[in-house]
């Protein structure tokens, strides 16, 4: 695996914790964004690779397509969630993009209402559990055929994200996460996707720290290949997924 942090101007300084401001110059100044920061630590965001324009056009060309075809899902989706649990419809939060840029990513509202609040504080296992006790009955089929990610292809169309990629984090967990593991800043090289490597190959009790391990194989080797290769095993997956749960049972 070649070092994803090739694609920052000074790969070094990727590996720095973010910079510590000293307590006598907090009150003076406002805190680094995290783009700030990764600008700081990396000297200048990092331009695209030639293959990252292909992976835009193929971007574009994916998800416009799958939301024409998948145009009549999305309404099913919309009102099913309406009639059942009323609004919301959307479930919007702030998620870490390419540079440390923050954005709100959008999905369709699984949870009961407010969940969000009460979630907020969890990561890891622990935000798993709790969350299987606020997933409405709508939701979890949504989640099962993950029609739930489809309002993701707006935030692909913005630019926002990519198809595959690593999968956006929390700003606040992303920041615990960096004093943990000090390379999880190489994440902020690519956009954030809708699916990556990690998704395919582990599971929610992997460490976090093995989660990067592919996210960053994932980015040092991005190519045309790897990137349809991802996109294929992911729909596989989910087209295969009514099968393998009625083996299970």
């Known amino acids: 695996m070649r070092p994803a942090a090739r694609a920052a101007t000074d790969p070094a300084a990727a590996l720095q914790k973010p ?20 600008a700081a630590m990396a000297h200048e965001v990092p331009h695209p690779r030639g293959v990252d324009l292909a992976l835009r056009a193929l971007d574009l060309t994916i998800t ?5 075809v998948l145009s009549p899902f999305l309404a099913a989706s919309a009102l099913a969630i309406v009639v059942t649990t009323g609004r919301p419809l959307m479930y919007r939060g702030a998620r870490v993009g390419r540079a440390g840029r923050i954005f709100t990513m959008y999905k369709f509202r699984t949870l009961r209402p407010d969940a969000e609040t009460r979630l907020g504080p969890y990561l890891g296992d622990e935000l798993t559990r709790l ?8 939701g979890r089929v949504l989640r099962f055929t993950h029609l739930d990610e489809l309002p993701q292809l707006w935030n692909v169309l913005c630019g926002d994200m990519s198809v595959v990629g690593p999968r956006p ?36 009790e992997t460490s976090w720290a093995e989660k990067l391990a592919h996210d960053l194989e994932y980015i040092a080797d991005r190519s045309v290949r790897l990137y349809l290769r991802v996109c294929l095993a992911t729909a596989w997956r989910i087209l295969s997924s009514p099968i393998r749960a009625l083996r299970s049972h």
């Open 64 to 68: 416009a397509t799958a939301a024409l």
């Open 169 to 204: 984090i929390r700003p606040a967990f992303f920041e615990e996460l960096c004093e943990q593991i000090p390379q999880y800043w190489q994440r902020l090289v690519v956009q954030p996707g809708i699916t990556g490597f990690a998704q395919l190959r582990v599971t929610r």
């Open 19 to 38: 910079p510590i401001v000293p307590p006598e110059q907090r009150s003076d100044r406002p805190r680094q964004s995290l783009a700030e920061r990764y």
């Open 131 to 138: 969350t299987q006790t606020e997933v409405t009955r709508v």
